[in-house]
């Protein structure tokens, strides 16, 4: 959105008077032009008549400005009906001199002109309506009435001249209402007179969508939003869409968010999503996004945290009942207020009304956590740059209040299942796809987290499992035929088991043989060992009998010796000399 | 108001009566008759009601508001 500055200084702007509508002094960043005429100009049945009353109803029950609404087309009866739904109480309001209103009725079969003339009247009584009630809002609806009922359109111009200095000398802060003309903004070229503010009113219908946008075609000293702005009027009356961010200056929280898987979590760099970001879950029809977008909503709401839930295929009943199945009750929740569903078929109304709808509901509600289940359904409603825009806009939205919002996106099967989504992907923070993988005769369920922003994320598939406690998420098997999944896997993985087992029994029995080799071995060590000690007892005998045999000899001889009386001397013959 | 007054003695003699509204003084009186033009001359009766604008200087004009004389023949 660009933001005009009419060259004034950005400092000072002039002073601004609510409106009180919703939207309305958000781009118009404070109001009307405080004291001064505000030009609204459109096509019949616009809007202009319901601006005006909203402008004057506020100003006395919001803003303590009493108004004065004077009526050429509409008697006070008709006004008072047709704003009674909207739940704005006329009559009160003049009761409590809140509000005056003057029907203005010029009957031109009734007038003849014989002469110079004034509007003198109709200032008499615009100011006895101001001065009896103090107002300080002003509507004249629609004042180009006047050349219809009056000849003489050049002194009504100079009277509307003079009505508009006359209504800024009071110091009213003044709606005045003109009709589309042919090329110009308003048939009688009121334009001309009023021109500190114009605002353009318009109604378009476009393949049977009929959509309301307001643009401000001029804010003298004052920047204002310059585009489009579509708005709706519903049984509260009018409210304008403002385009949120001007430049992308969200703040970006670190805090994380789980999102009601638990090994989710952990593949999302552990902890979850970030608070306030924008997550798509794309996969083709029954591979479980509205079961995540359940989890999540779960888990927000176990935190406390107040959730809307906008459901564009499946009735809000479909979706309950379908998730207890897995195991998922979100009934609780909804009695309790903290989840709130719209579910609204995208093809009611156009795209920017869907999108205000939005912006209303959450609003009310305070919505922490937002699902769009799924965002699809928007795409017939417009071309892809439209829907994208609707879809930026929307997140932006979330972005600046810091929502977390969960989309999910329809693909068609096929080949193409990442490529349509590009579109969109690009839009947000986190993307995970959802896949069929079919193997073996089986068709089972992958996840994968294509890109998450900010975190590690993991880049690897987990089966994705319905269990009747909630989605669960399981390693797959990455074998040498690739990505095995449900039985193959479950296959798989008792084969391993079983060869795991016998590698661990061949290994004990390895471990028993070693023992045994030991105990045999060590049997027969002891047995040499006995034996040596036996045979080593036997010859330490030998030894010592020997040793005292020898002991014994030597003392024979010497007793021998003694007494056969040899000396030392004979002692060296030999024994051949003894005996003569 | 002089105008009115002539005209009146020229072309009604006697059978009219003008009561003459201050509007300043009297401004509520504007919403009830539906005054928008001043200034205005309001003939409450024959019916149906007329609402003459302007200072009556265009005679002609005044007589056909008054229904005193047919449109066709003024073309003031």
Redesign the interface.
């Known amino acids: 959105m660009r933001a005009t500055n009419n060259g004034k200084d950005r400092g000072v702007s002039l002073p601004k008077t609510p409106t009180g509508i919703q939207g309305l002094d958000e781009i118009t960043f404070g109001g009307l032009p405080k004291g001064r005429p505000t030009l609204i100009c459109g096509s019949a049945g616009c809007g202009k008549t319901l601006f005006s009353i909203e402008f004057l109803v506020h100003g006395a029950t919001r803003f303590n400005e009493p108004g004065v609404f004077i009526a050429f087309e509409e008697t006070e009866e008709d006004l008072r009906k047709n704003v009674a739904s909207l739940g704005y109480d006329l009559k009160d309001l003049a009761d409590r001199k809140k509000l005056v209103i ?1 029907y ?4 031109r079969s ?13 200032f ?2 615009l ?2 309506a101001i001065d009896s009630i103090g107002a300080k809002r002003v509507v004249l609806d629609t004042i180009e009435s ?1 050349f219809a ?2 000849p003489n359109p050049s002194i009504l111009r100079a009277e509307l001249r003079r009505l508009f200095r006359w209504l800024k000398d009071k110091g009213v802060t003044a709606i005045v209402t003109g009709e589309r003309g042919d090329g110009t903004l308003t048939r009688q070229g009121l334009e001309e007179y009023v021109s500190d503010c114009v605002i353009l009113l318009d109604h378009r219908t476009r393949e049977q969508i009929s959509t309301r946008r307001l643009q401000i075609i001029k804010y003298r000293g004052s920047i204002h939003g310059t585009n489009e702005y579509p708005f709706l009027i519903d049984e509260r009356g009018i409210s304008v869409l403002p385009i949120t961010s001007i430049a992308l200056e969200h703040k970006a929280s670190s805090e994380r968010i789980s999102s009601g898987v638990t090994r989710l979590d952990a593949m999302l760099g552990g902890k979850g999503y970030y608070r306030g970001t924008s997550i798509l879950v794309s996969g083709i029809a029954g591979t479980g996004k509205s079961s995540l977008a359940a989890h999540f909503v779960d888990a927000a709401c176990r935190r406390g945290e107040p959730c809307v839930y906008f459901a564009t295929e499946e009735s809000p009943d479909l979706i309950v009942r379908n998730m207890r199945s897995i195991g998922i009750d979100l009934g609780p929740w909804v009695k309790k207020g903290l989840l709130r569903f719209d579910a609204t078929r995208p093809t009611f109304h156009g795209l920017e009304m869907h999108l205000l709808r939005m912006h209303k509901l959450v609003g009310e509600t305070n919505a922490r956590v937002v699902v769009v289940d799924p965002i699809t359904s928007y795409i017939s409603l417009g071309d892809t740059l439209e829907v994208k825009s609707m879809l930026s806009r929307l997140i932006d939205f979330f972005k600046a209040h810091q929502i977390t919002a969960f989309f999910t996106s329809l693909t068609e099967g096929g080949s193409a299942l990442e490529q349509s989504e590009v579109g969109i992907s690009s839009l947000m923070d986190t993307w995970m796809l959802l896949r069929h993988i079919e193997s073996n005769g089986e068709r089972n369920r992958g996840i994968w987290v294509l890109k998450s922003r900010g975190m590690a994320h993991s880049n690897q598939i987990r089966e994705f499992v319905f269990t009747d406690h909630g989605i669960e998420l399981i390693d797959v098997y990455l074998g040498s035929a690739g990505v095995l999944t449900g039985t193959a896997r479950a296959a798989q993985e008792a084969q391993e088991k079983a060869e795991a087992l016998l590698r661990r029994q061949d290994l004990e029995r390895k471990e028993r043989n070693l023992a045994h080799r030991k105990e045999a071995l060590e049997a027969k060590i002891a047995a040499l060992r006995a034996e040596f000690e036996t045979e080593k007892e036997e010859l330490e005998k030998d030894i010592i009998e020997q040793k005292q045999h020898e002991g014994v000899l030597e003392q024979d001889r010497a007793a021998m010796a003694k007494s056969r009386k040899a000396d030392a001397s004979s002692n060296n013959r030999p024994n051949g000399q003894r005996g003569e | 108001m002089m105008n009115l007054k002539k005209i009146c003695a020229e072309h009604l003699a006697n059978k009219y009566r003008i009561e003459l509204i201050d509007l300043l003084e009297n401004p509520q009186l504007a919403r009830g008759d539906q005054i928008v033009a001043i200034p205005t001359l309001v003939r409450n009766l024959p019916m149906p009601m007329r609402k003459i604008i302007g200072d009556l200087s265009n005679t002609e004009r005044v007589l056909v508001g008054l229904d005193l004389r047919p449109a066709a023949a003024a073309k003031g």
Request: hydrophobic share 30%; charged share 30%; proline share 0%.
């Open positions: 003057d203005v009725h010029i009957e009734e007038i003849e002109e014989t002469g110079e003339y004034d509007l003198g009247g109709l008499v009584r100011g006895y006047i009922g009056l």
